[in-house]
């Protein structure tokens, strides 16, 4: 038994000598030393011997496979070392090498736009009204009724306005203007809000207009408003977003649910108010729309007009923004082209 037990020793050690892995390791193990491995079958056979003979076997047989299991070890630890280094030195990272290049994005010059004209009317004393207030698909009531606008007015026509197959009276909303109507039936004067948001119009698209595009509404309503107040609003507003520079002018206009009305202009930033093909010869740019809100319009709302009164604006976004940056083209904004949006 002692030379049985010598020879598998030796041809373990063979074995481990031999080994190229540690999966080759782990082979040897499961092999000579676990519970099925040969020194087990061998020490089942030590209850026939002799007191003194199992002694001495016994003892025999567990210093080899200590020493089986002390050369196993020893050689996994190198295995393990070297494929560890081998691991590292492939992974390596080399700092020194230039990094991926991210491209960054950034703000929509609608967007931008927005919010620039958002806080200039913010620092006026204006906030901004809950999207609840808002909404872009809206009954004729809000976007027409309740505006003064009269059921044969142009405007509503198929032509200018998007139905929906929702109702017939459902709309997708041609101006912002329907948020005042909101506003003033949720609340109470003094009123100061603005309204930015997205509008629809069934238009023919070419570089001046899109079948939608964005707009911001403004209300002023309190005791003793008046055409002065609102002039100097605008007025304020057009310096702080164009310059102190640019000369503007007011012009008698029409809307059915202010009176008066005006138009705004700027002087035209093309060709510096000396005529031009953008501004069709007159040096003057139409900005936006205003006026004192028509009594009927409080009326409806149950605000009483002999009590109260107030001022409206709407304005483009796009427009104001093609201003600004001499774009001429609103397509520009909506085809999502790289070229033209990373300029901002
Ligand atoms: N809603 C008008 C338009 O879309 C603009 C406007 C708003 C005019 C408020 C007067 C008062 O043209």
Known sequence: MKAQLENIYSLATEDI???????????????????????????????NLSDEDKRIIGSLANEITKKLETSIQ?????????????????????VSLPGKFTPKGRIHPLTSTTNEIVSIL????????????SPEVETEYFNFDMLNIPKD?????????????????????????????????NQKPPIRVISPGRVYRNENINARKNNFFHQIEGLYVDKNITFGDLK????????????????????????????PSAEVDVQCIMCGGKGCKTCSGTGWLEVLGAGM???????????????????????????????????????????????????F
């Open 122 to 133: 913010q620092s006026l004393g204006f906030s901004v009204v809950e999207s609840k207030d």
């Open 232 to 259: 100097g609003v605008l007025n304020e507003f057009i310096r702080i977003y164009f310059g102190s520079s640019r000369p503007t002018r007011f012009r008698s206009s029409f809307f059915p649910f202010t009176e």
């Open 17 to 47: 000598a031999k080994a190229a892995s540690i999966s080759d390791l782990d082979e040897i193990r499961a092999k000579y030393l676990s519970r099925k491995g040969e020194f087990n079958e061998i020490k089942k056979n030590l209850k």
């Open 153 to 185: 007015h142009p405007a509503r026509d198929v032509q200018d306005t998007f139905f929906t197959s929702l109702a017939s009276n459902v709309v997708l909303r041609s101006q912002t203007s329907g948020a005042q109507i909101h506003v003033m039936e």
């Open 74 to 94: 020893t050689k996994h630890d190198e295995f393990y070392k070297k494929e560890l280094n081998q691991k590292l030195e492939k992974e390596r990272i080399d």
């Open 293 to 343: 809100v028509d009594p009927n319009v409080l009326r409806g709302v149950g605000i009483d007009p002999e009590v109260y009164s107030g001022f409206a604006f709407g304005m483009g976004v796009e427009r104001l923004a093609m201003l600004k940056y001499a774009i001429d083209d609103i397509r520009l904004f909506f085809n999502d082209d790289v070229r033209f949006l990373k300029q």
